[in-house]
């Protein structure tokens, strides 16, 4: 067996202590006689391994009481309705557009009622994190809509938009986990987990508890409310299972490393190396501006497509994966996850020297 | 490791040769140096798992061009909304209650059209299948919908309901590639597939093309739109990916062992050892119809509520899990889906014999 470095945007590395513990525990988990992946949900096994979940994830970002967590299936692209469907009373909310995904939301809350662009930053090609102390909120606004940080061009937002007193909704799908958070700033708080957490197939939805009633908008498909969820503690139909459980062993594997805090000092030691890395060189440039760098997504070019590819075709030969950029977009992309090691990026950085060493002009 | 015989109702018992090979490949699938766990969904290598598995479950259902499959998240709850949001042109749609799944869809499309009672068995507690042969189904009704086999009441349509020509949709969850089907006889055939195909966090929805359009319901979520999934080979957004391999794995097995004729063949030999054990004890007996028993999931009682505990309790101590009724029920339910091996069936007569042995008055 050997492992490569995989920059993936997602679905993204993971931890190898997990995969190994998931991989021994496969056939007969804990000397129960049976997988995971075979159990009733509603048995006490899996029951303990929900709990233990929730436990730990309230443990590690600090969820205040008053906040359910949700375990759904979908993905962030089936909050992007379910966000509308549960909170839009006066049918209206704004949106900060700072890539494609906060894009998407925006569109889907259209279907639904009125959804205004409070900001945007596509006139830089979204490499940049709008001004947003003093956005258009007018009060019949039922919240502020944000994507934290944005996986394909690599920004993020290192202060929340001033919402003015009204609820913010934010997707961090790609920054989930990956820094201390003030979970009681936000009204709802929701990420696929495929990126920087677990296997794909699950969102993990935090919401404020007066915002889970009744009151959604006619027509919501009872798998979409949020109270069908909440009510039945993620057990209304059979829930992901398996994705539970290894996205509750990643959260022990974080526990036992030092929690958020001690990600985002590794996270922050990782993301330095390659920044520092690309100020300093002739052939390589990162795409964002400085003070909106994301920490989990690292964009770059050399500003000439062939060479770009080359590059991405040579680091892929030696061990160096997924540096491929977003087809929207081009470039290279090291999406570096709390599960990447800083061997991994100090072995990106010495590949980049080297190959610019070789091709600068 | 010691394994069970684990008779779930779902998540239910998978393949011993699958998870091995899963466990296997936990931390380097095929030597490619990344779990199917961590890999872009875009990649090469997921590309290659995904358009196998939907090759192979075409060759073993026999599936015809003109339907598309889909790999869907949300189980068969969501599939709930999404039929008549799909479905309902004429906000019109019969539905025969065979249970309480079948109950809980009628109840769904209530939130988007009428939905017609044709047939009901509840008044005996759905321990048949009603006479389908002549329903008022009228004409301007968009489909008329089942739940093909009753996981928790234990029966299974034998004949397909006459439904005048209207389009057919089934809810096949529970006898999801336990026989041969001919899928040119319904509109939609779709199935969670926890229960006789792979892990929890899926549902495969197999649906006629011309049934999938652009004219869905108002308000119907992106995600929930047949089309969109269609469009993208269901890859609009990040795909259960361990699910789908894992499927994967089992259809493989599947052809290995027979096909769908190979597996009625074994379920039938498992099925008829337990219910010629059934009608011949003088301590159990089952609670079906006999012309409407499923094969994959048998219901028994002693007719003693303390007895029947007593039961599963021992027959817990003894390797046989999850024997327990379903919780709205009560007594006993062996599920024997195509993982359940004969010995495990066998096992289980035998100490259905031995403890009526030690119980009988």
Same mark, same amino acid.
């Given at each position: 067996?050997?492992?490569?470095?995989?920059?993936?945007?997602?679905?993204?590395?993971?931890?190898?202590?997990?995969?190994?513990?998931?991989?021994?525990?496969?056939?007969?988990?804990?000397? *129960?006689?049976?997988?995971?992946?075979?159990?009733?949900?509603?048995? !006490?096994?899996?029951?303990?391994? +929900?709990?233990?979940?929730?436990?730990?994830?309230?443990?590690?970002?600090?969820?205040?009481?008053?906040? #359910?967590?949700?375990?759904?299936? $979908?993905?962030?692209?089936?909050?992007?309705?379910?966000?509308?469907?549960?909170?839009?009373?006066?049918?209206? %909310?704004?949106?900060?557009?700072?890539?494609?995904?906060? #894009?998407? %939301?925006?569109?889907?809350?259209?279907?639904?009622?009125?959804?205004?662009?409070?900001?945007?930053?596509?006139?830089?090609?979204?490499?940049?994190?709008?001004? *947003?102390?003093?956005?258009?909120?007018?009060?019949?606004?039922?919240?502020?809509?944000? *994507?934290?940080?944005?996986?394909?061009?690599?920004?993020?937002?290192?202060?929340?938009? &001033?919402?003015?007193? !009204?609820?913010?909704?934010?997707?961090?799908?790609? *920054?989930?986990?990956?820094?201390?958070?003030?979970?009681?700033?936000?009204?709802?708080?929701?990420?696929?987990?495929?990126?920087?957490?677990?296997?794909? $197939?699950?969102?993990?939805?935090?919401?404020?508890?007066?915002?889970?009633?009744?009151?959604?908008?006619?027509?919501?498909?009872?798998?979409? !409310?949020? #109270?069908?969820?909440?009510?039945?503690?993620?057990?209304? &139909?059979?829930?992901?299972?398996?994705? +539970?459980?290894?996205?509750?062993?990643?959260?022990?594997?974080? #526990? &036992?490393?030092?929690?958020?805090?001690?990600?985002?000092?590794?996270?922050?030691? =990782?993301?330095?190396?390659?920044?520092?890395?690309?100020?300093?060189?002739?052939?390589?440039?990162?795409?964002?501006?400085?003070?909106?760098?994301?920490?989990?997504?690292?964009?770059?070019?050399?500003?000439?497509?062939?060479?770009?590819?080359?590059?991405?075709?040579?680091?892929?030969?030696?061990?160096?994966? &997924?540096?491929?950029?977003?087809?929207?977009?081009? $470039?290279?992309?090291?999406?570096?996850?709390?599960?990447?090691?800083?061997?991994?990026?100090? =072995?990106?950085?010495?590949?980049? %020297?080297?190959?610019?060493?070789?091709?600068?002009?």
């Amino acid at each position: 067996m050997s492992r490569v470095y995989n920059f993936s945007a997602g679905p993204a590395v993971l931890p190898e202590e997990v995969l190994r513990e998931a991989a021994a525990d496969t056939l007969d988990y804990k000397g *129960c006689g049976m997988s995971v992946m075979e159990m009733s949900h509603r048995s !006490k096994m899996f029951d303990d391994i +929900i709990k233990t979940a929730e436990s730990d994830i309230r443990d590690l970002m600090g969820i205040p009481d008053n906040y #359910k967590v949700l375990f759904l299936q $979908g993905g962030a692209s089936q909050q992007f309705a379910a966000v509308p469907m549960n909170l839009m009373k006066n049918k209206k %909310a704004g949106y900060i557009l700072t890539g494609q995904w906060a #894009k998407k %939301a925006y569109q889907e809350a259209k279907l639904y009622g009125e959804a205004v662009e409070l900001a945007s930053s596509a006139d830089e090609t979204f490499s940049y994190i709008p001004d *947003c102390s003093d956005l258009p909120i007018t009060d019949d606004m039922d919240y502020v809509y944000i *994507c934290e940080n944005n996986t394909i061009y690599g920004t993020k937002f290192k202060t929340l938009p &001033n919402t003015k007193g !009204k609820l913010l909704v934010s997707d961090v799908s790609s *920054c989930f986990l990956s820094e201390p958070v003030d979970v009681s700033k936000y009204g709802v708080i929701y990420g696929g987990v495929q990126k920087n957490v677990g296997p794909a $197939g699950m969102v993990i939805s935090i919401i404020r508890e007066d915002l889970i009633t009744d009151e959604c908008l006619p027509g919501t498909p009872t798998m979409l !409310k949020w #109270k069908t969820q909440a009510d039945n503690d993620s057990l209304y &139909n059979t829930p992901p299972c398996w994705t +539970i459980y290894i996205c509750g062993l990643v959260f022990k594997w974080l #526990k &036992n490393n030092g929690g958020l805090k001690g990600m985002q000092e590794k996270n922050e030691k =990782k993301a330095a190396i390659l920044y520092d890395f690309l100020d300093n060189s002739k052939l390589f440039r990162g795409t964002v501006r400085k003070e909106d760098r994301s920490l989990m997504n690292v964009p770059f070019v050399t500003g000439d497509e062939e060479l770009d590819k080359k590059f991405v075709a040579e680091s892929k030969a030696a061990g160096l994966e &997924n540096l491929k950029g977003h087809r929207t977009v081009g $470039g290279m992309r090291a999406s570096i996850y709390n599960a990447m090691p800083i061997e991994g990026v100090e =072995k990106l950085v010495n590949f980049m %020297a080297d190959f610019e060493s070789k091709n600068l002009k």
